[in-house]
């Protein structure tokens, strides 16, 4: 296959089998939390009409000063709530409230306060879902999709705004894929089980990882997908996911 640059700095991936300290306390919830209340007026403004695409992530984060992370979760929480709706390789649209149906919504069962026994299942279900994603992914990866994916960890590097330190929380580099995948299915399980992830992680008040390993461990996948190496890709994505309840019950002890 064709030679690609990874990301300076993470060249190199060592995944030690001694603990590393990952969770980290939300210290900026009001950031986060200024965030959501800013998304949530706008996508309510009378300007908005039901259908309407909102400006992209980009130009939202602009004119919050924020990080597009942050502006990528609150949305995420958005759509949870049945706000907004975020259409594959298209942008996020103003829902139409008023024909909601009360789906039956993962995001639904997150109590107002996550124990450790819920974040368990989570997890698990979790890195069921995001290993049959990756999985198919490597079956059929293409150099160009390859390509995109360093472009995307390359940028999220870059992220150095209020609220970067919920990178932790980013599933971009995941969702990626599972749009690349072209299961439209799966790739709505996939979204719900990424809201229904950052609600429960925020009302936790942790943050299970921080962003050096976040990018660290996104690195390992993308070279073991670039090597099509199945085996690897199981064995990281299922790791990457479950070290969050595995660092969480270590802080936590």
Known sequence: GACHSFPSGLSTVHMSNSKISTL??????????????????LVTDPVYRPGDRLPPERELAGRLGVSRTLVRQALKLLEAAGKVVSRMGSGTYVADMTRRTNPCLLSCTVPNTVDMAYLEKLVDLRSLVEEKIFLEFCARCTEGQIDELVRLLEENM????????????????????????????????????????????????????????????????????????????????????????????????
């Open 24 to 41: 980290h306390p939300i210290e900026r919830q009001d950031v986060f939390q200024k965030v959501l209340a800013s998304l949530d007026e």
């Open 158 to 253: 870059r992220e150095d705004l209020p609220g970067s330190e919920l990178m932790g929380l980013d599933m971009s580099f995941e969702e990626k894929v599972g749009e690349f995948v072209g299961n439209d299915l799966l790739y709505c399980v996939q979204s719900q089980l990424h809201q229904t992830w950052i609600m429960a992680w925020t009302r936790y008040g942790y943050v299970p990882e921080s962003q050096e390993v976040l990018h660290t461990e996104h690195l390992g996948l993308l070279q073991a997908l670039h090597a099509r190496d199945k085996n690897e890709v199981s064995r990281r994505i299922v790791q990457h996911v479950k070290r969050a309840h595995e660092e969480c019950g270590d802080y936590r002890a």
